[in-house]
């Protein structure tokens, strides 16, 4: 089965916008990078610090990032095996633009 996601390339404007919507839209994936940003780096960590997120969408954000070389997965080859999430370098470079969305979220939520 082909899991090709339906909008990942494209942008036939050549928009940075619609590439970095492409890359990072929708409601969980921001979401996701800034918990595993905050520490909560395994998939039990995450799903408690993102309540509604079902366990499948999670799973399929994780491997969307992962595909994305936005965040980097490990595996610990032990028991019970244990598989922890880091941001990678290049997705490190979102971190500005995501703390200025929390910013302007906070801003505007006392508004």
Not at 70 to 81: A, D, G, K
């Amino acid at each position: 089965m082909d899991n090709k996601r339906k909008n990942k390339d494209f942008n036939p404007y050549n928009c940075g916008v619609t590439h970095f919507l492409n890359k990072v839209g929708g409601k969980w994936k921001v979401l996701v990078i800034h918990g595993i940003n905050n520490g909560y780096n395994r998939f039990s960590l995450l799903q408690k610090a993102i309540p509604h997120i079902s366990k499948q969408m999670l799973i399929n954000q994780l491997k969307e990032l992962v595909e994305d070389k936005i965040i980097e997965r490990t595996e610990f080859v032990q028991i019970p095996p244990r598989v922890e999430y880091h941001i990678s370098a290049y997705g490190k470079t979102l971190l500005p633009v995501i703390l200025t969305i929390q910013e302007w979220g906070l801003k505007d939520m006392k508004a």
